[in-house]
């Protein structure tokens, strides 16, 4: 499973919150993981126009607010191609067998029903939403 969305979000809400520009060594002691990977995906989501550096100070801040930033956004500017691609069908059933010979047809429906309501669910939520529920968890 591919973390890459979840530490996009970690990082953005420690960018929001934080009341000075945090730079990638920052993000990388809070996510519990190294700086270079952390740049990595920092660089994905200024590249996506979400964020920018501060120069010589290799520090970030957003370009838009919280409220603003939808879940599918972020997950879309850190995932390969921006697609969203959740399951897959393995590749060669048996046409010979009743249940090999439909699975895909079946799955593939129910699977694009499933990523329907994925992108459905990322769209209506925001960075906002993230902030609030840490701050429910602290209190």
């Known amino acids: 499973m591919d ?34 990977y952390i740049r990595k995906i920092l660089s994905l989501l200024k590249k996506a126009g979400i964020i920018q550096s501060h120069r010589g100070t290799g520090a970030y801040v957003l370009k838009t607010t919280p409220d603003e930033l939808t879940l599918l956004r972020i997950y879309k500017s850190v995932m390969d191609n921006g697609e969203i691609h959740l399951l ?39 960075l906002r939403d993230c902030i609030n529920e840490i701050k429910k968890q602290i209190q």
């Open 3 to 36: 973390t890459k969305f979840s530490v996009a979000v970690h990082s953005l809400v420690l960018i929001s919150e934080s009341k000075v520009p945090i730079n990638s060594n920052k993000i990388a002691l809070s996510v519990g993981t190294n700086a270079s």
């Open 88 to 126: 897959d069908i393995h590749q060669n059933p048996n046409d010979q067998c009743i249940v090999g010979k439909h699975i895909k047809p079946v799955l593939g429906s129910m699977f694009n029903k499933m990523e329907e309501a994925f992108i459905r669910q990322l769209s209506i939520m925001t």
